[in-house]
């Protein structure tokens, strides 16, 4: 009977009545805290090689994720912002056929092809990402849809820069060669403090000023998408 009563339920109200079950669990404790990060990472460091890699490509994953679910927010941030300002429905629509394939591709990417070879990669990936976080936070649909054309580009061009974006089949057939450590130009992290709202550069450094790419990358997004730049 209870089967019975749950086919008869709409699948709009039943897909809503779970995301309300979900909405009670996700309430519950459930991410790793500083303390267990700081533990998790100190353990993944003392592993041997060969398992150290997938231990910091797990502890990366866990950001990396953070900011997928934050570009997904951003959408929603959007579609809810311009109703209420009077955005239409037509202009809606446009910007999302715009950027959706851009942000699904890019989703699709870091899911697959993330890789952290070293703790220095790892911190570089994590200033990256909170740093450009910090910043994407939007208060209003014009700035939520400014960030839709910039930041998946942005994030996924600064993590290939970085080398921690790699196709798989060439990782694999470089696995015998020897690995020498790079440092990044983002592993200067105690400069970087989230909560002031600070920013990197390329050279390193966190600044309180405006993104140094910004510009261009608007550029190239707008290119991408068959627009002229301005």
Same mark, same amino acid.
């Given at each position: 009977? &209870?089967?019975?009563?749950?086919? #008869?339920?709409?699948?709009?109200?039943?897909? &809503? %009545?779970?995301? *309300?079950?979900? *909405?009670?669990?996700? #309430? %519950?404790?459930?991410?790793?805290?500083?303390?267990?990060?700081?533990?998790? /990472? *100190?353990?993944?460091?003392?592993?041997?090689?060969?398992? %150290?890699?997938?231990?910091? /490509?797990?502890?990366?994953?866990?950001?990396v994720n953070g900011m997928g679910l934050h570009i997904l927010d951003v959408m929603a941030t959007f579609q809810q912002r311009a109703e209420q300002e009077g955005i239409s429905s037509k202009e809606i629509k446009e910007t999302f056929d715009d950027i959706r394939s851009q942000v699904f591709q890019l989703l699709e990417v870091l899911s697959k092809q993330l890789s952290v070879q070293s703790l220095d990669s790892l911190a570089a990936l994590c200033n990256i990402t909170i740093a450009l976080y910090t910043l994407s936070r939007s208060d209003s649909a014009e700035e939520a849809r400014s960030w839709l054309y910039e930041l998946p580009t942005t994030y996924q061009s600064e993590?290939?820069?970085?080398?921690?974006?790699?196709? %798989? &089949?060439? &990782?694999?057939? *470089?696995s015998g060669n020897q690995t020498l450590i790079q440092f990044s130009p983002f592993t200067d992290w105690t400069l970087y403090k989230p909560n002031q709202g600070y920013i990197i550069s390329g050279t390193g450094k966190a600044l309180a000023t405006e993104l140094p790419w910004r510009a261009q990358s608007a550029k190239l997004v707008q290119l991408s998408l068959g627009k002229p730049a301005a």
């Open positions: 009977m &209870q089967r019975n009563d749950e086919q #008869a339920i709409s699948p709009s109200l039943r897909a &809503q %009545r779970i995301i *309300e079950y979900l *909405e009670d669990l996700w #309430a %519950r404790p459930h991410t790793p805290s500083p303390n267990e990060l700081k533990r998790i /990472t *100190e353990f993944v460091v003392s592993l041997p090689e060969e398992y %150290r890699s997938v231990g910091l /490509t797990t502890i990366a994953d866990h950001f993590l290939i820069q970085e080398k921690m974006i790699v196709d %798989r &089949q060439d &990782q694999e057939r *470089e």
